[in-house]
């Protein structure tokens, strides 16, 4: 028997493949399944199920895809109710895998359906136990993503609470939690680093899981301080739920090379939204007009998410050349299938054939400190709350990249803007959404906060 977790660290995501005896089980897969496939002929297994813990809401799986290449079966756990070829299974219920056998408990509370997986050695000992998103290192599934009519989330949080003390806090102590997500993601809020844990260390450090915790207990600090989920997670889950068009078509829609001139017809001819991932840096020193700058280094799939509405929303991409199928691969994670082609030979093409460009007007901390001692600056600080809180710039405005479309109207348009986040990922986002929206004299300020902490610029906290 093996168990590896194939951990992708932008979506904070985990990915299992077993195999035991020339047989193997993927648990809630990422959207491209070559990889799986691979591993499985790598060590001549053949692919016989695929789990899936719940409908997730911040990725779309590739459980139909797999199954539709392998002919494994998709399983999913009691109540699930699906529009493709599933099996629905019994909490409690057995299923061989090789020498080994996996026990889906039904474990609801972060949504209904939400099903942990526990793995049984050949003389039937627990070992490891795949959670979803029911049981994170450090943390339990936000129980507000999955309400419904009257449920509400302190329903499923009593639901959670109950899932945990039933089913999984009664298993041997030595049992390996294997989570769907670690830090980063938001479907916690208080994940740890770690991307797997004994259960029994998990009792004794992950506050949910106090021996001493009342149901009422339990309730008030699991839904405390929950942040808004991000506006494509329905999306995601209906994907799941109902289907979705195969990787295949979707990649190769995306892998059309255009011409500069091809590339400005298709623009003007469609609509689509050209969406530029090279590093901010270099998006700084020029770039198409009216594109959006969100970096692939960064955590480009949620923030894409976060940032563009619609998930049907035609794309043309301009990226780093021999990085368009990554991209367009990473896009299809969080559900935008609809990339029509990418800009051949990247922005330098552009600029050789004599287009139009744009730039941002950047500064480095010394050059902020300057200016802030001599003038008084409008400073715009897209950090969450949280993070302003602990330390922001005296005077600066609080305006967080996650609701720039919402709070458009906040950005003064008669002043020059000095932007920044706590690196200057976010920053360069922001700034070029507003240059997109017709707010020009915008000033990038790198490095960020972390860089102007460390000036004469008087910094504030709030008690």
């Given at each position: 028997m093996k168990i590896e977790q194939i951990y992708t660290g932008c979506l904070a995501q985990g990915a299992y493949f077993i195999v035991s005896n020339g047989e193997a089980a993927v648990i809630d897969p990422l959207r491209e399944v070559v990889p799986y496939i691979q591993k499985a002929e790598k060590v001549g297994a053949r692919i016989?199920?695929?789990?899936?813990?719940?409908?997730?809401?911040?990725?779309?799986?590739?459980?139909?895809?797999?199954?539709?290449?392998?002919?494994?079966?998709?399983?999913?756990?009691?109540?699930?109710?699906?529009g493709f070829k599933a099996y629905i299974a019994e909490d409690g219920e057995?299923?061989?895998?090789?020498?080994?056998?996996?026990?889906?408990?039904?474990?609801?509370?972060?949504?209904?359906?939400?099903?942990?997986?526990?793995?049984?050695?050949?003389?039937?000992?627990?070992?490891?136990?795949?959670?979803?998103?029911?049981?994170?290192?450090?943390?339990?599934?936000r129980p507000d993503l999955a309400q419904k009519g009257d449920l509400t989330m302190e329903d499923l949080a009593g639901i959670l609470y109950d899932s945990l003390r039933s089913k999984i806090m009664p298993l041997p102590d030595d049992v390996i939690v294997y989570p769907a997500h670690g830090a980063g993601s938001a479907c916690g809020k208080n994940m740890s680093k770690e991307t797997s844990d004994t259960l029994g260390n998990q009792k004794l450090f992950n506050y949910a899981l106090r021996a001493d915790m009342t149901k009422e207990e339990f309730?008030?600090?699991?839904?405390?301080?929950?942040?808004?989920?991000?506006?494509?997670?329905?999306?995601?889950?209906?994907?799941?739920?109902?289907?979705?068009?195969?990787?295949?078509?979707?990649?190769?829609?995306?892998?059309?090379?255009?011409?500069?001139?091809?590339?400005?017809?298709?623009?003007?001819?469609?609509?689509a939204l050209i969406l530029d991932t090279r590093k901010p840096e270099l998006?700084?020193?020029?770039?198409?007009?009216?594109?959006?700058?969100?970096?692939?280094?960064?955590?480009?799939?949620?923030?894409?998410?976060?940032?563009?509405?619609?998930?049907?929303?035609?794309?043309?991409?301009?990226?780093?050349p021999g990085k368009e199928e990554e991209v367009v691969t990473r896009l299809a994670r969080v559900g935008y299938d609809y990339t029509i082609g990418y800009l051949n030979g990247g922005f330098e093409a552009w600029k050789e054939a004599g287009k139009e460009i744009d730039m941002v007007e950047s500064v480095d901390a010394r050059q902020f400190a300057d200016r802030f001692e001599s003038d008084g600056l409008e400073v715009i600080d897209v950090r969450k709350p949280d993070e302003f809180a602990s330390g922001h710039i005296e005077g600066a405005r609080n305006l967080p990249l996650d609701y720039i479309n919402d709070l458009m109207p906040e950005f003064p348009k008669d002043k020059k803007l000095y932007i920044h986040c706590a690196g200057g990922y976010r920053s360069m986002v922001a700034a070029s959404i507003l240059k997109s929206r017709g707010i020009d004299d915008v000033v990038n300020i790198e490095g960020g906060f972390g860089a102007v902490s460390k000036t004469n610029v008087p910094v504030l906290t709030e008690a």
């Open positions: 016989k199920y695929v789990f899936e813990t719940h409908f997730h809401a911040d990725f779309v799986s590739g459980h139909i895809d797999l199954a539709e290449k392998t002919g494994a079966e998709i399983v999913y756990g009691p109540g699930a109710q699906t057995d299923f061989k895998l090789g020498d080994v056998t996996i026990r889906a408990l039904h474990t609801p509370g972060h949504t209904l359906e939400s099903t942990s997986y526990l793995l049984l050695d050949m003389s039937a000992k627990p070992v490891a136990l795949f959670s979803g998103d029911t049981l994170f290192i450090g943390d339990v599934g309730i008030q600090e699991v839904t405390a301080g929950l942040p808004e989920p991000p506006q494509y997670f329905p999306g995601n889950v209906k994907m799941n739920r109902d289907g979705y068009e195969s990787i295949d078509d979707v990649l190769e829609r995306g892998d059309e090379a255009l011409s500069p001139e091809a590339f400005e017809a298709k623009a003007n001819n469609t609509g998006f700084a020193q020029g770039f198409i007009p009216n594109c959006i700058n969100i970096g692939i280094d960064g955590s480009f799939a949620p923030w894409v998410g976060a940032l563009i509405p619609d998930l049907k929303q035609l794309l043309l991409i301009v990226t780093e």
